[in-house]
């Protein structure tokens, strides 16, 4: 939340910038009348104050508004984070998975990384995804049921195969 912040430090800065601002205009217009401006030579100075006091406006509505972006309009630091966070953890949860699956055999490897690749996969797609006869995949996922790696969930007359890692 700088943005925050920074926003509120730059829309204090700006107020106090214009406070001063004000002020000084109002200085160069009594000095202007005290002079009674024409066309003197300190008319001349008075009139260019009073030219820079328009571009300090500029320089003050600037700050204003930049400050009122940084307060209300600015998300991206925060989706930055978030997408950061998101990241970690998938990251974490691939080494999760890869430390897992080093204790693992080829086959059990196998029907996991499919089982990962689409969750809830039923086990007749998942005995032709992997190439195993229907013992062979009923005996690994047993395994791994007991393990406490993967669940199956009765999905009319087949069984749908879930992740628990």
Same mark, same amino acid.
């Given at each position: 939340?700088?943005?925050?912040?920074?926003? *509120?430090?730059?829309?204090?800065?700006?107020? @106090? &910038?214009?406070?001063?601002?004000?002020?000084?205009?109002?200085?160069?217009? %009594? #000095?202007?009348?005290?002079?009674?401006?024409?066309?003197?030579?300190?008319?001349?100075?008075?009139?260019?104050?009073?030219?820079?006091?328009?571009a300090a406006f500029g320089?003050?509505?600037?700050?204003?508004?930049?400050?009122?972006?940084?307060? *209300?309009?600015?998300?991206?630091?925060?989706? @930055? &984070?978030?997408?950061?966070?998101?990241?970690?953890?998938?990251?974490?949860? %691939? #080494?999760?998975?890869?430390?897992?699956?080093?204790?693992?055999?080829?086959?059990?490897?196998?029907?996991?990384?499919?089982?990962?690749?689409?969750?809830?996969?039923?086990?007749?797609?998942?005995?032709?995804?992997?190439?195993?006869?229907?013992?062979?995949?009923?005996?690994?996922?047993?395994?791994?049921?007991?393990?406490?790696?993967?669940?199956?969930?009765r999905k009319g007359k087949t069984l749908e195969v879930?992740?628990?890692?």
């Open positions: 939340m700088e943005s925050k912040k920074l926003g *509120f430090l730059m829309v204090g800065i700006s107020l @106090i &910038f214009a406070f001063f601002l004000v002020d000084y205009i109002n200085i160069m217009n %009594e #000095e202007s009348e005290k002079l009674g401006c024409n066309a003197a030579e300190g008319c001349v100075e008075v009139s260019s104050g009073l030219d820079m006091s328009h320089f003050f509505g600037f700050m204003l508004a930049l400050g009122f972006y940084f307060l *209300f309009f600015n998300k991206t630091e925060q989706k @930055i &984070f978030d997408r950061l966070e998101d990241e970690k953890v998938r990251q974490v949860e %691939e #080494e999760r998975f890869s430390i897992i699956l080093k204790a693992l055999d080829e086959y059990e490897k196998r029907v996991m990384q499919i089982v990962k690749e689409q969750d809830g996969i039923t086990q007749n797609t998942l005995k032709l995804r992997a190439n195993m006869s229907k013992a062979k995949l009923s005996y690994i996922l047993m395994e791994l049921e007991r393990r406490g790696l993967v669940s199956r969930v879930h992740l628990k890692v």
